[in-house]
């Protein structure tokens, strides 16, 4: 179930969370504690009005809520609130049976027993979510994973606990996963938040629901994911999941934010993931894991897709085609002959060797010189610093953009401030975020022909799609990224 947690002030505006969300979600949880006194005391009004299961939460501050009254008043305001239905009330670990759990169990309103962990995963969880779930109950267990190992650990007390009713919530970026595969953890339901998330790993009903179908998850369904650091921002997800339901898959991809690729890995077989993508900075650390290449990996040295193979996993690198893809007609009519790569990192090795493979002559202009140079070295090319830039007015068919240098929040910078184009120029910049970069906006001017980042994005995530799963990606499916 996809619970929405509301954070109106108001009876009214928990409701208008409600209306804006009703398709996405199968229940809601009143957290009192975010309303105003005089709203708190008409609670018991709430499921009349609401016309959906509820839960009915009054968060203490001490474990991530706003009540600061005395305890009594508190359980006084919860007690007068059950005169409404609601379907379950929270009640925290550590509080003492008294008149609120007598009266929800005479009512029939069943028990979630919580506890909160901001800190991280308490070593005695096992026994924790035993004891909470002895009653009868339900237990919840809201702990903050901070690493790969903890997301994965978080995984396993899941299994280990499968027969128990449970919901178990990772909090912040860590937790992501395990809050979009609730199901495949075993948890009741998960928390979504209304519209767009505005804190640190909250995930939207609608994007639950809709983008992701985390309710239809099964034990049968195939996993997907992206890996990076940062990754949460990715768009990848709002191609794939989107392509899985038009060919009817049964199949999830979502963001998983990591900090060690050894780990990822043992993550990976625990869901039996089917593939992968990799993004920055894990594109080279990913390869020593991989049973099988491709050419185009080796050559590149950079590997951004992973499928798994009997045995073994398999690295591919579509971002090279995926950047050729949109400039295709320019190569093959000639137009373009020689190119100006502006970066030398690892985004820069699969453009150059693509550029390359297609006999464009390639000059590689980077800040640290160095590094221009080995690049160029591998791949027979020429070499200069950023600042020489001026050097190639006029003399350049094509101008690719590879540096982080203008990527979202950072709109106004580009790494060639002063370079001027004519306005014959290709000018390409494989930043997607924002699509219209200050290096972009400046080619506009001269009058060049464009392309964006989300063109090469999408073309290798479709290219990834057939990797994936061994069919084309939907023609008629057109993803906004
Ligand atoms: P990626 O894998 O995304 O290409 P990377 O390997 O860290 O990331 O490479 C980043 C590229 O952006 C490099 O070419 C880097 O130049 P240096 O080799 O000199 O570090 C370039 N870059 C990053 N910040 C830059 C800046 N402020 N000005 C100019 N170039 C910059």
Known sequence: MICLTLSGNTLESCLEEIEANRSYIDLAELRMDYLTPDEQKRASEFPEIAKLPLILT??????GGKCTLPERERRALLLSALDGDYAYVDIEEDVKKNDVEDKAREKGVKIIRSFHDFSGIPDDIYSRIYRLAERGDIAKAAVTPHTTQDLL???RISEELKDIPKIIIGMGDWGIPIRILYKKAGSLLTFACSGEAVAPGQISAKDLKLLY???????????????GNPVLHTSSPMIHNPGFRRINYNAIYLP?????VRIFFALAEYLKMRGFSVTVPFKDAVLMYLGNI????????????????????????TDYYGFLQPILPDLESGRVKNALVIGAGGASQAVVWALRNRGVKVTILNRTLTKAETLAKLNLCEYDTLDNAHLYEGKVDLVVQTTSVGLYPNFDTSPVPDFHFTGREIAYDIIYKPRMTKFLSDAEKAGCTLHFGDEMLLAQGKLQFEAFTGYHYPHDLHPSL
């Open 58 to 63: 009054f968060r203490r501050k001490e474990d």
């Open 213 to 227: 179908g985390a309710d239809k998850v099964n034990e049968r369904t195939a996993i997907y994911g992206i890996i």
């Open 256 to 260: 998983f934010l990591v900090d060690n």
């Open 153 to 155: 650990t978080l995984f």
């Open 294 to 317: 491709t050419r185009e990996v080796k050559q590149i040295g950079a590997c951004n897709t992973v499928v798994r193979m009997p045995g073994m996993w398999k690295g591919m690198n």
